[in-house]
């Protein structure tokens, strides 16, 4: 995976979100990216981009589009992805969820399955990712090198937890302390594709201590924070009862200095509204809208539009395994469909377009990895060259080629994946 | 596509649904097929199937399970799939589908799509399906041959209409019933795969004598009917000031002899309660519920725990274009997640199983063509053989990997199709 520091100019049809209300389209067109695997400019003359000396690669007919991002996945239940979606919370949780996080505790296991997890985000074309391992120190540390072995951008969080769960997934805090300052030695460099998130997996399943003890961890190594929030009416109520002096969910969080005082994503906040959503606005929480995950586990629908209105940050999260689909193409069809709901309840609130949830899942999502998600310049290239000649039969505009890949095309008509410059091979 | 007159078996791992309520799994077992395309039946012991001179084509460790039938797809809009999600009903309609729809005056163009939308359907594993065409008869019948050549069994709908529309997509009644006779010349044979069903396009598409020619057509000929049927709030108002006698949209049909006085499907049934449920169960209407469709086009979610509460036969349609995926096990997961919607507002309705979900797809919609979608004996052997060898990494149980191939799998697990007992190559 080394860099030859040489500048490139591809060619293709380019499209992009630089704002959520409209797509940027450039027909046949060039972007150029610096050795250092940012974008330096996007221009329909090549020209404007070279001294004419850099050979420019031509991915012909192909789109060329930013790499996707998926900002809420366990990867540690992706043995169970597509499996017991007949059950409610509770039961997945206990039956299917926690004894199958327990198996991460042996490292064959681990990384077998961590191996083909990080395989399928490339097949999908996610280049990023915030994502969930287990307690277990050492198997969290083989899926970071698997994620740096390929090269794909990651934080991936060492599960906090040492109550309501059953024992085999506890852990004291010390240890929890140890793990994670080993794993921050070894992973936590400056611009580092793949970095430590700190992850308590959420109050109810967090003492007072463990919450501290991670909201120190967060400050003293300026480290991000994941975890989960306003999922479903009975968690938000045993949440007010663990802790009674906080004024909202997400003000638990904050007492522990967990919701926004490093960078923080949240994961799916249905039911988030009034002092909650100002709190996250406030301290630029984001959110991590994982609609497939919120269906399938029965829990409600995110209201999106009144989140961008409100001038939330929102991304997208496959959410796997209480999502089903990895791609977050996928997600996107879905976050369009669900707000359709929302629409048919309230018309004054408009569903998401297109162009909406395609920047949700790029640049706004994107900006929780730093500067990727677009093509403007500055930005890390993170791109996907897809190739829909199977999908396109007659005519279409370049918006409806995109369109029809989002909903009907898979990882096959993925041709190239890029993160930050560099071509990702299939790991 | 001759049949060579052998009985067959086959050994897989069985699964099909009898009842709506569980599944039948059998783990290496064996079904043996007549001369005539219909099951004999299911053992696992081959010796109870055949005196031992039968070949046994052993699929090893793949499933084997009853085809898809799809109750309601546009094949006239196969091009739009995918396309112009972002619009509603009416502009949607006016914009792209009509549009669309008088493309098929041209027959290149028609034999062009129409070979890829059948294609399309082997792809997926659809064996069956209930199609709407457009009003030209030319190129239905062209639509109808490539169903024909290809061994795949479908209902297809010259599509009737001659008010609210473009003066393209209108036809007098007179040259409606002259098309009418002629495919029905052609087509109409007793037990053939490809047969006509009368399809008024909606009733306001239709003057009362374009109705009550269609009526007078499917009692003539016996033929099935199919239509949409309560679909959004202004459709049924705009059917009531156009019908006043009628106490309900459906009411409006029934009128014309277009609603279960020969086998009837409607898609949709969104809005359908009260008085023209209980008709629809009288008359043995049955519903193509449509889930995607009902998402993309802001129309609302079919109540279907209640429809099967009230005895109404309902089966899947993918309804392309409104809807956007083309596989009906696609649809099934809608239509789980679509009920557990139904479900967060009143937890006394269960939401569905997914061995209801995957009754709908093949016992049940599978009814609608003759005794299709179980391995009972005496059904005809519509089926599928899913090598889901790269879905299935980790021992699970035979339910497990079917549910994993419904929410996660596509068509390249899809390894071998059958239609009445036929293998069905690729058209």
Redesign the interface.
């Given at each position: 995976m080394d860099r030859d520091s040489k500048k490139r100019i591809y060619k293709a049809h380019i499209i992009y979100t630089k704002e959520k209300n409209r797509f940027e389209v450039l027909e046949n067109a060039y972007v150029a990216v610096d050795a250092d695997g940012r974008v330096a400019g996007v221009s329909s003359e090549p020209a404007l981009l070279d001294d004419g000396n850099t050979e420019v690669v031509d991915f012909g007919d192909c789109l060329l589009i930013p790499a996707m991002n998926d900002l809420h996945v366990h990867a540690s239940q992706y043995?169970n992805?597509?499996?017991?979606?007949?059950l409610e919370l509770l039961p997945w949780l206990q039956n299917y969820t926690f004894p199958e996080e327990m198996k991460y505790a042996d490292m064959d296991y681990a990384e077998r399955?961590y191996r083909?997890f990080v395989h399928d985000l490339w097949r999908v074309g996610t280049m990023r990712s915030c994502v969930f391992a287990t307690i277990h120190t050492e198997s969290t540390r083989v899926l970071m090198h698997l994620f740096r072995e390929a090269g794909m951008g990651a934080l991936v969080g060492k599960v906090g937890m040492n109550s309501n769960c059953p024992e085999g997934l506890s852990e004291s805090v010390e240890k929890m302390m140890q793990g994670y300052e080993a794993l921050i030695e070894e992973f936590n460099k400056p611009d580092a594709l793949v970095r430590p998130i700190v992850t308590p997996r959420f109050i109810p399943s967090c003492t007072p201590e463990m919450l501290r003890a991670c909201g120190e961890l967060a400050a003293k190594y300026q480290l991000p924070v994941q975890s989960h929030l306003s999922e479903n009416k009975d968690e938000i109520a045993l949440v007010q009862s663990l802790e009674p002096g906080s004024s909202c969910y997400g003000d638990a969080y904050n007492h522990y200095g967990l919701f926004g005082q490093t960078p923080t994503v949240m994961a799916h906040c249905v039911f988030t509204e009034g002092e909650e959503l100002a709190l996250m606005k406030r301290n630029g929480v984001m959110v991590a809208h994982c609609p497939t995950s919120n269906?399938?586990v029965?829990?409600?629908?995110a209201p999106i539009r009144q989140f961008f209105e409100e001038g939330l940050r929102v991304g997208l999260g496959s959410d796997i395994s209480g999502g089903?689909?990895l791609s977050i193409f996928r997600v996107m069809?879905y976050a369009?469909?669900m707000s359709?709901?929302h629409?048919?309840r309230n018309r004054e609130r408009r569903?998401l377009?297109?162009s909406e949830a395609f920047w949700m899942a790029t640049k706004s999502a994107g900006s929780f990895f730093g500067r990727v998600g677009s093509f403007e310049p500055g930005y890390e290239f993170d791109a996907l060259v897809i190739n829909d000649s199977d999908l396109n039969?007659?005519n279409?505009s370049l918006l409806?080629r995109l369109?029809?890949y989002?909903?009907?095309g898979?990882d096959r008509q993925i041709e190239k994946r890029f993160c930050r410059g560099m071509e990702i091979s299939e790991p």
């Amino acid at each position: 995976m080394d860099r030859d520091s040489k500048k490139r100019i591809y060619k293709a049809h380019i499209i992009y979100t630089k704002e959520k209300n409209r797509f940027e389209v450039l027909e046949n067109a060039y972007v150029a990216v610096d050795a250092d695997g940012r974008v330096a400019g996007v221009s329909s003359e090549p020209a404007l981009l070279d001294d004419g000396n850099t050979e420019v690669v031509d991915f012909g007919d192909c789109l060329l589009i930013p790499a996707m991002n998926d900002l809420h996945v366990h990867a540690s239940q992706y043995r169970n992805q597509g499996v017991a979606m007949d059950l409610e919370l509770l039961p997945w949780l206990q039956n299917y969820t926690f004894p199958e996080e327990m198996k991460y505790a042996d490292m064959d296991y681990a990384e077998r399955m961590y191996r083909r997890f990080v395989h399928d985000l490339w097949r999908v074309g996610t280049m990023r990712s915030c994502v969930f391992a287990t307690i277990h120190t050492e198997s969290t540390r083989v899926l970071m090198h698997l994620f740096r072995e390929a090269g794909m951008g990651a934080l991936v969080g060492k599960v906090g937890m040492n109550s309501n769960c059953p024992e085999g997934l506890s852990e004291s805090v010390e240890k929890m302390m140890q793990g994670y300052e080993a794993l921050i030695e070894e992973f936590n460099k400056p611009d580092a594709l793949v970095r430590p998130i700190v992850t308590p997996r959420f109050i109810p399943s967090c003492t007072p201590e463990m919450l501290r003890a991670c909201g120190e961890l967060a400050a003293k190594y300026q480290l991000p924070v994941q975890s989960h929030l306003s999922e479903n009416k009975d968690e938000i109520a045993l949440v007010q009862s663990l802790e009674p002096g906080s004024s909202c969910y997400g003000d638990a969080y904050n007492h522990y200095g967990l919701f926004g005082q490093t960078p923080t994503v949240m994961a799916h906040c249905v039911f988030t509204e009034g002092e909650e959503l100002a709190l996250m606005k406030r301290n630029g929480v984001m959110v991590a809208h994982c609609p497939t995950s919120n269906l399938n586990v029965t829990t409600g629908i995110a209201p999106i539009r009144q989140f961008f209105e409100e001038g939330l940050r929102v991304g997208l999260g496959s959410d796997i395994s209480g999502g089903h689909d990895l791609s977050i193409f996928r997600v996107m069809v879905y976050a369009i469909q669900m707000s359709k709901l929302h629409y048919q309840r309230n018309r004054e609130r408009r569903f998401l377009a297109l162009s909406e949830a395609f920047w949700m899942a790029t640049k706004s999502a994107g900006s929780f990895f730093g500067r990727v998600g677009s093509f403007e310049p500055g930005y890390e290239f993170d791109a996907l060259v897809i190739n829909d000649s199977d999908l396109n039969h007659d005519n279409y505009s370049l918006l409806e080629r995109l369109e029809r890949y989002i909903y009907l095309g898979d990882d096959r008509q993925i041709e190239k994946r890029f993160c930050r410059g560099m071509e990702i091979s299939e790991p």
